[in-house]
């Protein structure tokens, strides 16, 4: 399909981009923004794959469609391809946005915690984050995800979306290869994790065993709790805690330095690497 030219930043047909910044597209019906080149390859990889994302219209900068090509060939014909000048796409964004690449994606009717769990082969490595509000941070945490293979992950109803502009962006596009689901509570995700046989760890300063001695198990869980406080004595309290050896004068990690850490130790447990 040939790119189609936008003159006005006011035309309707690219409203879902206008003020990106302050307007984002998170939470409203299952739509969200993704920013990058990188990101636009893993949405058209996913569209292309049939999975829980697709791809509604794109709209890039005139000089950058020429070598986006093959990446723009992934996506279907009926998925719009609209292009602009820089100042027409930076009165569209609200500020200027040097990547030039965005596009209007949508995720289907997401999985429950329990449907995503059960579709998990026997032999599965969990990531779990309990009330995560910093977008940087969750990015993060997909990306390590998948960095050391990660089968899921699982989010509580407090953590912050992951389909977040910024979100996503950090995390080079792993929210749209990872499985995920987003619903409950700690207590409901926990239940369910023990119901099918998961050695759940925790990660916490004054965790019990030291990641690297964390046993292998072949169904295994790796929860991180919030930014500062980490997770509830709740949470703790029924479940086994690792800590990461570090030298003195700092009480803990960034959360999403700790849980690549603690994934890269548990994905070589469990012969991932």
């Known amino acids: 399909m040939e790119p189609i030219r936008i003159h006005d930043a006011d035309d309707s047909r690219i409203a879902e981009f206008r003020s990106i910044r302050e307007r984002d597209l998170t939470g409203r019906e299952g739509r969200f923004i993704a920013e990058g080149t990188v990101v636009l390859r893993m949405l058209g990889a996913a569209h292309r794959a049939g999975g829980d994302f697709c791809a509604e219209k794109i709209l890039l900068l005139e000089n950058r469609v020429a070598g986006l090509t093959d990446i723009l060939a992934d996506f279907p014909e009926d998925v719009p391809v609209y292009v602009a000048s820089g100042a027409v796409l930076d009165r569209i964004a609200g500020f200027h946005l040097h990547r030039g690449v965005l596009a209007l994606g949508r995720r289907k009717p997401e999985r429950a915690v329990t449907e995503l769990i059960a579709d998990l082969p026997q032999k599965a490595l969990v990531v779990a984050a309990f009330g995560i509000s910093?977008?940087?941070?969750?990015?993060?945490?997909?990306?390590?995800?998948?960095?050391f293979g990660a089968d899921a992950v699982l989010l509580d109803q407090s953590c912050c979306d992951p389909l977040y502009r910024k979100a996503l962006r950090v995390s080079v596009g792993a929210v749209l290869s990872l499985p995920y689901a987003k619903s409950g509570t700690a207590s409901e995700i926990l239940t369910v994790l023990?119901?099918?046989?998961?050695?759940?760890?925790?990660?916490?300063?004054?965790?019990?065993?030291e990641i690297r001695n964390v046993p292998a198990s072949d169904r295994m869980a790796l929860i991180t709790g919030t930014e500062g406080e980490g997770l509830p004595q709740d949470v703790l309290s029924r479940i086994q805690t690792a800590r990461i050896a570090q030298a003195p004068g700092l009480d803990s990690l960034n959360a999403a330095t700790a849980t690549g850490?603690?994934?890269?130790?548990?994905?070589?447990?469990?012969?991932r690497l």
Not at 200 to 209: A, D, K, M, Q, Y
Not at 261 to 271: F, K, S, V
């Open 134 to 147: 910093n977008h940087d941070n969750i990015g993060s945490i997909f990306r390590n995800a998948a960095a």
């Open 194 to 209: 023990t119901e099918k046989d998961f050695a759940i760890w925790g990660l916490s300063p004054r965790g019990g065993v």
């Open 261 to 271: 850490i603690a994934l890269y130790e548990i994905a070589m447990a469990q012969r």
